[in-house]
């Protein structure tokens, strides 16, 4: 993350045998690496539902991330929209977090 805590976010959407489907990038800025996590993650969400996918597997190489996505405790208040979004659309698109 750079000194303004301007970042890349990038997610990638592959098929069930690895074929890239769609990709998309973007900058923003974030206040943590973990609000830039969760932003990956939640452009991943409304790729898979602008696609019309009703069934998919969001993956991240951040635990804490996953955790927050798939938990039903309080997130931490600066990530707070961004994850209650996340699990709305994986209640919605039926998506599943690893």
Do not use: H
């Not at 798939?70 to 919605?92: A, K, N, T």
């Amino acid at each position: 993350m750079s000194q303004k805590g301007e970042i890349a976010v990038a997610s990638v959407l592959q098929d069930w045998k690895g074929a890239l489907v769609d990709g998309r990038v973007g900058r923003t800025s974030v206040t943590s690496p973990l609000q830039g996590e969760l932003l990956a993650i939640l452009l991943a969400c409304e790729m898979a539902e602008a696609l019309g996918i009703s069934k998919a597997c969001i993956e991240s190489d951040n635990q804490q991330a996953i955790k927050l996505s798939v938990s039903e405790l309080v997130p931490p208040w600066e990530v707070l929209s961004l994850v209650s979004d996340i699990r709305q659309f994986g209640q919605y698109v039926g998506l599943s977090f690893s």
